[in-house]
């Protein structure tokens, strides 16, 4: 199970640090990451982190300003939101794999089999 927080409503240039509490005892096997969806377009992509944290992945349109990291001590899964822009207000989800991501073979949304209920990010102008 993977549950989200941190989400809310902050000005365009701010910052925001969601989290993701997952329970089980193999959380430091998974590939985690973040997709998020806007109303009326489709879900994408946002961010994944290796099993170790070892290697990190990141869309193009937020590589730079979002840093995703995880404690595996705390099963917890975070990604950091900088220089935020009315563009990034969506419902942001933390997804986990069993598979490895890598920039040749990237993970799509079928092959992250848990999904948490989301949390809404609203960055106004």
């Known amino acids: 199970q993977l549950v989200e927080s941190g989400g809310g409503l902050v000005q365009a240039g701010g910052s925001l640090r969601l989290s993701c509490a997952a329970s089980?005892?193999?959380?430091?096997?998974?590939?985690m990451g973040w997709f998020r969806q806007a109303p009326r377009k489709e879900r994408e992509f946002v961010a994944a982190?290796?099993?170790?944290?070892?290697?990190?992945y990141y869309a193009d349109s937020v590589k730079g300003r979002f840093t995703i990291s995880r404690d595996n001590a705390k099963n917890t899964v975070y990604l950091q939101l900088n220089s935020l822009k009315p563009e990034d207000t969506a419902v942001y989800y933390c997804?986990?794999?069993?598979?490895?991501?890598?920039?040749?073979?990237?993970?799509?949304?079928?092959?992250?089999?848990?999904w948490g209920q989301g949390t809404q990010v609203t960055v106004s102008s």
């Open positions: 997804v986990a794999s069993a598979f490895t991501y890598s920039r040749e073979s990237p993970l799509t949304p079928l092959d992250f089999g848990s």
């Open positions: 089980g005892r193999t959380f430091s096997a998974y590939t």
């Open positions: 982190i290796s099993w170790s944290g070892g290697s990190t």
